[in-house]
């Protein structure tokens, strides 16, 4: 019996149900000439988008082009309102909702989105019949309360508007019986109350610069803009929801805040992609994940086992970043939830077990025009521009960027789960280098000193020197994983980010630091400079943050601050570095953050760093009390007054951090308890556990967390089944 998800079981059927229908020719197992979509054709089909909306806004006098134009919101409101609202009732929907991004909400908020949801239709009064309500005005903006959100200081309870706006970047989409709008989330004037706004503005100032730079280095590109695509990687662990429920830390941190190293680990390199195993739920949980995933339009094309025991990775096709930051945090929620239909809690946290790799997110960044010509592709964007130095000026202003705004990348990776992450062989350094192989660096080297050329990546073959496997090309430069931000051809890897993050403060800070020294480049261009000299100036000054080494070695990380790269191991302080006085000049003259809204964002993350700390803590306190103090009692043995003097040290501290005033020194203060007092305190309940006899403790264990292959099965009466299983 296969461990075969629902979802796949579905698509079986599906296929099984068009085959019976056709000719004798078409049955199930019969020979066909050409592999089919046919089977899929529900894919996509909930993302108002392509031949979906064209279907639906032809029947109304249009077509999807008109949503090519953000002005349709003004001129084809309630066009496209109507065909919204068919394909709402095709699809069996009744409701909608604008769905947007408050801040703060990693780690704490499920979905991490805000939502209101309405129904689509009214009453008539005169004649109590059922009637659709929903209009232009209905679909392309909403007002909410805004006094329960974070907002740090920008606004206050008796100023509660919050308003709002569609996002015509990002499609419309359907699930369950409710369409979402993705919207941006203000106050009554204009400030920014979520993740969103400050990311179009960014995307606003890259592609305004960008043409600029573009149009001296030879390519105009007229009306059409310059975008910015990613790709996001997401790894989360899967546990046993039994053993979840054992555990309050899990439950309310995300985190296991106590927990004796297993007997096994990941030492043996035995779970990085390794088979799939048909004897627990975990493949047919994602085969669910990644079904339901498709019918939104949200192509997770790979998925794989990760480093740790328990520990998984999806990876989708990249695109342009609004959509797919909204799409990663729809995926997030379906894992979620489609892991407790499955015996299973995914755990999103980015350090959930000790001792064993946490979970990032790596942020793929590439910037192009939107009609497709890719700017970090050498070749490309040498040939549309019909300049050999195109790639050279590009990478130079990059490169810039890194050395001046390493602080701004620190700060948008400081989620707090990040504290326990960065370094230590499975994530980079707080150390803030990019990475660009030998190969591009000698090329930029060249430049650099004056000369002038096109760049050809080198490449290199293997031969395995058997005859069965023939020689084969790979690229010259190898991966290094160590580095924070390395180029990865077309594209730069931001490895940094957490797994539980919102990126699109990640992607706000990566536009707005390279919009800058675009602008820069295009202002002196205007001002009679040559271009080549002004990028390579830039170069020189910038040359230190070129690191191609291993950074996970500590002589080189101190290399590497001696020279003056960016390092703030503190995710508090680097988070204070939002309201330093270059990056508030930085964000005002980008148009992407006033004083006052990066003021706001800074107390918002330091509220929220102390308020986890503050969940721990407490979380921790009771775990000692309910769980750990009974257990040493009923065995009669283990660090009884040990135990007893850390509840009140907790205590204590939790209300020293309470009487602070000032986000960040409450936030300093949550940092010293988390990773140090905890530390400690955690050490004293790990022996705890080491000498309680197995019987006796009641808190679900490392082994019977992390272990799915040998702790966990599919019960074949629970399984249906299907053709000749």
């Not at 606004?155 to 919207?183: C, E, K, N, W």
Request: charged residues 25%.
């Amino acid at each position: 019996m296969l461990a075969t998800s629902s979802a796949a079981r579905s698509l079986l059927l599906r296929t099984a149900t068009r085959a019976a229908a056709a000719p004798a020719a078409a049955a199930v197992g019969a020979a066909r000439s050409l592999a089919s979509v046919e089977p899929y054709a529900d894919y996509g089909k909930s993302l108002f988008r392509g031949r979906v909306a064209d279907e639906y806004l032809k029947k109304h006098g249009s077509s999807s082009d008109v949503l090519d134009d953000p002005g349709w919101t003004k001129t084809h409101a309630d066009t496209v309102a109507k065909a919204v609202l068919d394909w709402a009732v095709d699809r069996g929907a009744n409701t909608y909702c604008h769905w947007f991004q408050p801040m703060a909400a990693s780690g704490v908020r499920h979905g991490m989105t805000g939502q209101v949801q309405n129904m689509m239709m009214k009453f008539n009064r005169s004649t109590n019949d059922v009637e659709f309500d929903f209009d232009g005005g209905n679909l392309t903006k909403g007002e909410t309360d805004g006094s329960s959100f974070p907002n740090g200081g920008l606004r206050a309870t008796h100023q509660a508007g919050g308003y709002l706006a569609l996002d015509t970047s990002s499609p419309i989409f359907l699930r369950g019986d409710t369409v979402f709008i993705p919207s941006a989330f203000v106050s009554y004037y204009g400030a920014a109350l979520d993740e969103k706004t400050p990311l179009l503005r960014s995307n606003a100032c890259l592609s305004a610069h960008g043409k600029r730079v573009l149009a001296h280095l030879g390519l105009d590109i007229g009306d059409r803009d310059v975008v910015s695509n990613i790709g996001l990687e997401q790894e989360f662990f899967l546990v046993p929801r039994d053993q979840f429920y054992r555990r309050p830390d899990l439950q309310l941190t995300g985190r296991t805040l106590v927990g004796k190293d297993a007997p096994r680990g990941q030492e043996m390199c035995d779970h990085y992609m390794a088979p799939p195993s048909l004897a627990n739920p975990a493949l047919a949980c994602m085969q669910e994940m990644q079904d339901e995933c498709w019918r939104l339009g949200i192509p997770l094309k790979t998925r794989h086992r990760e480093v740790a025991p328990g520990q998984y990775e999806f990876a989708p096709l990249y695109g342009l970043n609004t959509t797919q930051v909204d799409q990663n945090l729809m995926v997030m929620q379906i894992i979620e939830e489609v892991a407790a239909r499955h015996g299973l809690a995914a755990l999103m946290q980015e350090k959930p077990f000790n001792e064993v790799n946490g979970s990032g997110k790596h942020n793929n960044w590439s910037i192009a025009t939107d009609d497709g010509v890719m700017m970090l592709h050498p070749a490309k964007i040498n040939k549309a521009t019909g300049n050999t130095n195109a790639f050279a000026i590009i990478m130079s202003a990059i490169v810039a960027a890194v050395n001046e705004h390493g602080d701004l990348m620190r700060m948008s990776i400081s989620s707090p789960g990040n504290d326990f992450r960065l370094g230590a062989c499975e994530a980079p350094p707080a150390i803030v280098s990019t990475y660009l192989g030998d190969d591009i660096t000698s090329y930029l080297e060249s430049f650099r000193d004056g000369e002038s050329g096109e760049y050809v990546p080198s490449k290199k073959t293997l031969d395995l020197g058997a005859r069965e496997v023939l020689p084969f090309e790979v690229p010259a430069e190898d991966r290094n994983r160590t580095s924070p931000f390395p180029y990865g051809g077309a594209r730069f890897e931001f490895r940094a980010v957490g797994s539980a993050q919102n990126v699109s403060m990640v992607n706000t800070v990566l536009n707005t630091i390279v919009a800058e020294k675009f602008e820069e480049l295009a202002d002196a261009a205007d001002a009679g400079k040559d271009i080549d000299e002004v990028a390579r100036e830039m170069l020189k000054k910038s040359w230190k943050v070129i690191f191609n080494g291993d950074n996970y070695d500590e002589a080189c990380q101190a290399e590497l601050t001696e020279k003056g790269v960016w390092r703030i191991d503190s995710g508090v302080e680097a988070i204070a570095r939002l309201t330093a006085d270059k990056n508030v000049a930085l964000f005002e003259k980008m148009g992407v953050l006033s004083k006052e809204e990066c003021e706001s964002r800074q107390n918002v993350l330091h509220d929220h760093y102390m308020g986890t700390v503050d969940i721990e803590a407490k979380t921790l306190v009771d775990m000692i009390n309910q769980h750990i103090i009974p257990s040493v009692k009923a065995a009669g043995l283990g660090p009884l007054s040990e135990l007893e003097g850390a509840v009140t040290t907790l205590k204590s501290a939790v209300a020293e951090i309470h009487a602070t005033e000032g986000s960040h020194q409450a936030a300093q203060l949550s940092r010293v308890l988390r990773l140090e007092t905890m530390v400690d305190i955690r050490a004293v309940c790990d022996a705890a556990e080491e000498v309680v006899p197995a019987n006796l403790w009641t808190l679900a264990t490392y082994k019977e967390l992390l272990f799915l292959d040998s702790h966990t099965t599919v019960a074949p009466e629970n399984e249906t089944a299907f053709f000749d299983e």
